[in-house]
C-alpha cells in the first residue's frame, strides 16, 4: 500500500513537472514573440526634433510605396524626353538625363528622332515643346502613359496625344535615378494631333 502511495506520488510529480515545463515554454514563446514584435514596431519609430518638440515619424516598407515611385519614374522620364526648348544644349542635357531611366529602346528612338532632324527642327522653328501628364496606369511591371504634348511655334500652336508604354524593372537606386526603375521595351503607340491653332503673324 505504502509502496503504491509512493509510486502515485511519483508519478502525479512527474507528471506536474513536465507540465510546468511544457507551460513554461509556451510562455517564454509567447514573451519572446511580443517582445520582438514590439522591438520591431519600435525600429520603425522615428522622432524628428522640431523646434526641441519631438514628431513621431512611421517607416514604411519600400514595396508597399513602390507603385507611386514607378508613377514618379515614369511622369520624369516622359518630362524629360518631350519637354524640349530651342536650344541644342538644353536638348542634349534632358535627353542625357532621361536616358538614366530607359533601356536601349529609348536610346533607339532618340537616334531615330535624331536622324530624322527632328531636334533640328525644333531649333529651326524656334518650337518650344512641353508635355502635361493625364494619366499613368500601372499593372505590376507593365505600364502605360497618357499625356500632351503642346508644340508652340512662331505660326501655330500643335497639340498632340501621346500615348507610350512599357516594362519597369527595378535596379540599384543611384545619384542619376533616384527612383531605382528602369524602363524597358518602350514603344510610342499614339502620336496624333487633337489641335492646330494659327496664330496672327502681324
Known sequence: MIIKNIESKIRLATVLSIGSFLTSIVICGFVSAYAYQQVANARQS?????????????????????????????????????NLAPDDKHIEYQMEKAMYFVDETGVGQYNNLKEKGYFNSILSSSSVLSIQTD???????????????????????????????????????????SHGVLITNWKTIENKDLSNVSKNTF
Open 46 to 82: 522615428i522622432y524628428i526634433l522640431d523646434n526641441d518638440i519631438p514628431i513621431l515619424a512611421k517607416q514604411t516598407n519600400m514595396q508597399m510605396n513602390r507603385p507611386a515611385e514607378y508613377k514618379a519614374a515614369v511622369d520624369l522620364f516622359h518630362s524629360l524626353f518631350f
Open 135 to 177: 494619366s499613368i496606369a500601372i499593372d505590376q511591371n507593365r505600364f502605360r502613359y497618357y499625356g500632351k504634348q503642346k508644340i508652340d511655334r512662331r505660326s501655330a500652336t500643335i497639340t498632340r496625344s501621346i500615348v507610350t508604354e512599357g516594362e519597369l524593372i527595378d535596379i540599384p537606386r543611384s545619384e542619376n535615378n
